[in-house]
T-cell receptor, first 114, second 115 residues
């Protein structure tokens, strides 16, 4: 157990819908990262927040957005869902702001878009 | 844009033999290179990392080497065991403090250990 929690574990929804994925970082970690992992694919970095502020953006679609709240938990919002958005979404947390330290991954949320 | 190429995509080795996975990066400002292991249905877990001021790092059966000039780094697993079977990802990270960081993962290597 990494200490990073994600909810829900599984999510099944229809095309065009909107969902919110939640992540709570390890105690003491100020950075949260979001990744998308499609079937048999690598990890695509989406976005990085540090202490409530956006620090870096990767290959995140405009239909996706994220935020980090004062209690440091983060939410990833996915809207106008398409079949291709079906994937495993991981969040990870780390201590520093720069991204160059150990990232601890949560168990992931499996999103299925029908 | 910047990318990280990882080879091979699949690797099968006899138990007890060594396995080597290689990654090449393009962003010369990258200075942190972690390796993650992901077992089937589980989360990625860091197994070893290296920073640009070091050429090699070892942790028991696992080692990583870095050639900054050539912009490539490699994971070496010796005396492989069945529990080493997993997908391995490399990453190249340009840290950001006053500016945005850049985090790029390789496409992964599926390692299978034959008994």
């Amino acid at each position: 157990d990494s200490g990073v929690t994600q909810t829900p574990k599984h999510l099944i929804t229809a095309t065009g819908q909107r969902v919110t994925l939640r992540c709570s970082p390890r105690s003491g970690d100020l950075s949260v990262y979001w990744y998308q992992q499609s079937l048999d694919q690598g990890l695509q970095f989406l976005i990085h927040y540090y202490n409530g502020e956006e620090r870096a953006k990767g290959n995140i679609l405009e239909r996706f957005s994220a935020q980090q709240f004062p209690d440091l938990h983060s939410e990833l919002n996915l809207s106008s869902l398409e079949l291709g958005d079906s994937a495993l979404y991981f969040c990870a947390s780390s201590v520093t702001s720069g991204g160059a330290d150990t990232q601890y991954f949560g168990p992931g949320t499996r999103l299925t878009v029908l | 844009g910047e990318n990280v190429e990882q080879h091979p995509s699949t690797l099968s080795v006899q138990e007890g033999d060594s396995a080597v996975i290689k990654c090449t990066y393009s962003d010369s400002a990258s200075n942190y290179f972690p390796w993650y292991k992901q077992e089937l249905g589980k989360r990625p877990q860091l197994i070893i990392d290296i920073r640009s001021n070091v050429g090699e790092k070892k942790d028991q059966r696992i080692a990583v080497t870095l050639n900054k000039t050539a912009k490539h780094f490699s994971l070496h697993i010796t005396e492989t065991q069945p529990e080493d079977s997993a997908v391995y990802f490399c990453a190249a990270i340009r840290p950001g403090y006053s500016s945005a960081s850049k985090i790029i993962f390789g496409s992964g290597t599926r390692l299978s250990i034959r008994p």
